[in-house]
């Protein structure tokens, strides 16, 4: 009788624990989860901290100068251009090409126009779908756009090798399942690689696109990549070299109006 007793009330000990134990090993993997998400985080707020933090979220517009080289096949072309690249957040871009700044480049939301002596054209689906995908996938959309949205999933993946540099690996995969990478030194908290990876449309191949920055210069407070490189699928297309950076500039009112722009040529 006091074997059966006992037997019982281990039964009893066993049915009530179970809820208590399925539930501890329910929990365990969103904890892990949590805790990885928070690790994710404090590397990005590093990282904008590292920017220029609050001062670098309000930038009111950023003027870039340099030459870029472009690459066939991962072999380069000869000859550099002339290039004068203005960003004004969200959605305002505008890129000035040659010595002369006879081509202008106007993407203003989602439509992109090119300005020469001929006046004002749009520029073709193929430049401009190129072009919008990579704006949708810069580090400040990530920061200023993904990481507000708290549908968005972080992922600390742990220390990688960026550019010989030791760094953490972050990766945001939004509520629309895409996804941003961002390899952020180790030491200086500055990004080294930004990575996303899309499906062409018409063969339907997934590409890998990765933009590499180095030889931070700090311009006016921000630490300012001086070497911008882009790869696709592993073969590099362009490398920008940067000489010159202005924040916060005063523009006219019409400066990102193309039509403005055509009206000025034609004179």
Excluded: C
């Amino acid at each position: 009788m006091r074997i059966a007793k006992l037997a019982t009330m281990f039964i009893l000990a066993l049915a009530f624990a179970a809820p208590h134990l399925a539930h501890t090993q329910t929990q365990t993997p969103d904890e892990d989860a949590r805790k990885n998400a928070q690790q994710a985080r404090k590397a990005l707020n590093a990282m904008v901290k590292a920017l220029g933090g609050e001062a670098w979220l309000d930038i009111k517009n950023q003027m870039l100068q340099g030459k870029v080289a472009a690459f066939f096949h991962g072999n380069p072309d000869p000859g550099t251009t002339e290039l004068f690249e203005f960003h004004q957040w969200p959605d305002h871009d505008r890129i000035e090409v040659t010595k002369h700044r006879d081509v202008v480049e106007f993407f203003v939301g989602r439509q992109g126009w090119e300005v020469t002596y001929r006046g004002k054209k749009a520029i073709d689906k193929d430049t401009l779908d190129d072009y919008l995908r990579r704006r949708d996938h810069s580090i400040e959309t990530a920061v200023k756009v993904w990481m507000k949205n708290p549908q968005t999933l972080l992922l600390y993946e742990g220390q990688h090798m960026a550019e010989r540099h030791l760094a953490e690996q972050v990766t945001l995969i939004s509520p629309e399942n895409d996804a941003i990478t961002i390899l952020i030194d180790n030491d200086t908290h500055l990004p080294l690689q930004r990575i996303f990876k899309w499906r062409d449309p018409t063969y339907h191949d997934k590409n890998t696109e990765v933009e590499e920055y180095d030889d931070y210069h700090t311009i006016d407070g921000f630490p300012t990549p001086f070497t911008i490189t882009r790869l696709k699928n592993g073969d590099t297309v362009r490398q920008y070299y940067i000489t010159r950076a202005v924040y916060n500039q005063n523009l006219s009112a019409n400066f990102w109006d193309p039509d403005a722009e055509a009206r000025k040529v034609k004179k």
